[in-house]
């Protein structure tokens, strides 16, 4: 359970946290964090070396469970969290793997009328590391448009590129 131990960086309106996975989970006060198991190994960055995607499930408070990819970049020591694509509140992922770099996801989100536990619709896409410390989201329409950081408070953002 490699992926199950790192460090990720969880991202939401009002802060940015650093966590420590133990076992697959974190959890405190009003922060739960998990990872699902579900990961490919790839090239992400085209440096030659051997990089990871993971999915992460986070819940910041309240009823949603956010299914996220990660992207775990590899300097070379070790692999690091360097961005995170949001996906869907309680999105069903059916399976993941690699074509030309980029992370094929096949999965169920949410559509109109959906209720919030039940996404029925099925979408495959593929995702490509959008560069070190981005934070995105994918839209309705299956682009993903990278988080405003200036939507972020300063204090989460300088967590995410400090010295910017």
């Known amino acids: 359970m490699v992926f199950g131990n790192k460090t990720y960086f969880i991202v939401d309106a009002l802060d940015t946290d650093r966590v420590n996975l133990v076992n697959?989970?974190?959890q405190e006060?009003?922060?739960r964090v998990a990872y699902d198991n579900k990961y490919v190994y790839g090239d992400f960055n085209h440096d030659g070396l051997k990089d990871a995607a993971v999915i992460i499930v986070e819940n910041t408070g309240g009823n949603q469970d956010w299914y996220t990819l990660a992207f775990l970049i590899n300097d070379g020591k070790g692999l690091t969290h360097k961005a995170t694509i949001f996906l869907d509140d309680r999105a069903v992922i059916n399976y993941l793997h690699v074509k030309n770099s980029k992370v094929f996801i096949d999965m169920y989100v949410h559509q109109e009328g959906?209720?919030?536990a039940g996404p029925t619709?099925?979408?495959?896409e593929l995702y490509s590391y959008p560069g070190?410390?981005?934070f995105a989201e994918r839209e309705e329409n299956?682009?993903?448009?990278?988080?405003d950081p200036h939507e972020l408070n300063s204090k989460a953002w300088?967590?995410?590129?400090?010295g910017a």
């Open 24 to 26: 697959g989970k974190h």
């Open 29 to 31: 006060w009003e922060l």
């Open 114 to 116: 959906d209720c919030m």
């Open 121 to 124: 619709k099925r979408v495959r």
């Open 132 to 134: 070190p410390n981005i």
């Open 142 to 147: 299956g682009t993903i448009a990278e988080i």
């Open 158 to 162: 300088n967590k995410i590129n400090p």
